[in-house]
């Protein structure tokens, strides 16, 4: 029996890593698209580099996704690829809404074209849910999004149920919350917090500059998403989920679990910067991941301070180098 195929767009990102891992580990052909960038990093798929195939692709560019699928020739396609910082958003909003919106509609294309028996996986997210009206969000939560990737990504989520429903694809999204992990980019609040702490302990750095303490996330680890992302396609009827861990957590808490673990007040190293406030703030997410339980068997595996250690212990490992 041949190997399952799996392309991942966005293999070089933090979840993009994870899965392809994951994947491995069940014994996929496993293909990555990555852009042709000269900012392009390698790093987090640096020791998977001689067991996946890489194509060149841009979610820009329909002929390079056709391309793209043609040559993977794939059974499941995981769409994590998008402009995924929020704040940067608010900088290129027109970019942020043709790659993490309309980006979605020509892999949808593509995959019609190419591939219609695939099975699909978009990348939505907790941010889509914002000025939140109800709590904890669950999939028929109204999404009331407060930033241009918020906005992007209620798109791209909208148009994979259309597709699903237009054109009869295994097409599913996976509305994620605020997943971390020892691989995130510093330019996010919980990477930026422990690499901070570790670096103050270190004595490489002296204080550490944050926005708002008190806005609040479901803060999971990544490892364990992925696993739900791999779920949502082994089931035949494609739907879509709420993956989090149904529990919030304030900036503050994971900056006193940071510091904590590197045997520091933390009130004598962090600065409140009013420049880092959001235009827009989104103050409170928290998920229901009950269907998730029910219908894939999935739960989270990591709490929130175990994750928050495991970081803080990662970047004291990565500075002490």
Same mark, same amino acid.
């Given at each position: 029996?041949?190997k399952?195929r799996?392309?991942?767009?966005?293999i070089?990102?933090?979840? *993009?890593?994870?899965?392809? %891992? #994951?994947?491995?580990?069940?014994?996929?052909? +496993?293909h *990555?698209?990555?852009?042709?960038?000269?900012?392009?990093?390698?790093?987090?798929?640096?020791?998977?580099? %001689?067991?996946?195939?890489? &194509?060149?692709?841009?979610?820009?560019?329909?002929?390079?996704?056709?391309?793209?699928?043609?040559?993977?020739?794939?059974?499941?396609?995981?769409?994590?690829a998008?402009?995924?910082?929020?704040? +940067?958003?608010?900088?290129?909003?027109t970019?942020?809404?043709?790659?993490?919106?309309?980006? /979605?509609?020509?892999?949808?294309?593509?995959m019609? %074209?190419v591939?219609?028996?695939a099975?699909?996986?978009?990348?939505?997210?907790?941010?889509?849910?914002?000025?939140?009206? %109800?709590?904890?969000?669950?999939?028929?939560?109204p999404?009331?999004?407060?930033?241009?990737?918020?906005?992007?990504?209620?798109? *791209? &989520?909208?148009?994979? /149920?259309?597709?699903?429903?237009?054109?009869?694809?295994?097409?599913?999204?996976?509305?994620?919350?605020?997943?971390?992990?020892?691989?995130?980019?510093?330019?996010?609040?919980t990477?930026?917090?422990t690499?901070?702490?570790?670096?103050?302990? #270190? @004595?490489?750095?002296?204080?550490?500059?944050?926005?708002? #303490?008190?806005a609040?996330?479901?803060w999971g680890?990544?490892?364990?998403?992925?696993?739900?992302?791999?779920?949502?396609?082994?089931?035949?009827?494609?739907?879509d989920?709420?993956?989090?861990? @149904?529990?919030?957590n304030?900036?503050?808490?994971c900056?006193?679990?940071a510091?904590d &673990?590197?045997?520091?007040?933390?009130q004598? &190293?962090?600065?409140?910067?009013?420049e880092? /406030?959001?235009?827009a703030?989104?103050?409170?997410?928290? @998920?229901?991941?009950?269907?998730a339980?029910?219908?894939? @068997?999935?739960?989270?595996?990591?709490?929130?301070?175990?994750?928050?250690?495991?970081?803080?212990?990662?970047?004291l490992?990565?500075?002490?180098r």
């Amino acid at each position: 029996m041949s190997k399952r195929r799996a392309l991942i767009t966005g293999i070089t990102g933090q979840d *993009g890593s994870y899965l392809a %891992e #994951l994947l491995l580990a069940k014994g996929y052909d +496993v293909h *990555g698209m990555v852009r042709r960038a000269s900012t392009e990093k390698f790093d987090r798929i640096e020791h998977l580099r %001689e067991r996946i195939t890489l &194509h060149q692709g841009d979610l820009l560019d329909h002929r390079s996704l056709t391309d793209t699928l043609r040559a993977s020739r794939p059974d499941e396609i995981y769409n994590l690829a998008a402009m995924s910082f929020v704040a +940067v958003s608010w900088i290129q909003p027109t970019l942020t809404a043709e790659f993490t919106g309309v980006g /979605v509609t020509r892999l949808l294309e593509a995959m019609r %074209e190419v591939c219609p028996e695939a099975r699909f996986y978009q990348a939505s997210s907790s941010e889509m849910f914002g000025r939140v009206l %109800e709590m904890p969000q669950n999939e028929k939560t109204p999404f009331y999004p407060r930033s241009p990737y918020g906005v992007a990504k209620a798109y *791209g &989520h909208f148009i994979t /149920v259309n597709y699903r429903e237009s054109y009869d694809l295994h097409a599913t999204s996976g509305i994620l919350f605020n997943h971390e992990s020892e691989r995130r980019g510093l330019e996010f609040v919980t990477r930026k917090i422990t690499w901070h702490a570790a670096a103050i302990r #270190l @004595g490489l750095r002296d204080h550490l500059a944050l926005g708002n #303490l008190d806005a609040e996330r479901d803060w999971g680890y990544a490892k364990d998403y992925v696993e739900a992302m791999w779920l949502m396609l082994q089931r035949d009827e494609p739907t879509d989920y709420v993956i989090a861990t @149904g529990k919030s957590n304030s900036v503050r808490a994971c900056v006193e679990i940071a510091f904590d &673990h590197v045997g520091l007040a933390w009130q004598d &190293h962090v600065r409140i910067d009013p420049e880092l /406030v959001r235009p827009a703030e989104v103050d409170h997410l928290v @998920g229901d991941p009950t269907k998730a339980r029910e219908e894939l @068997g999935w739960v989270p595996k990591t709490t929130f301070e175990e994750l928050i250690r495991l970081m803080v212990a990662s970047d004291l490992r990565l500075l002490a180098r």
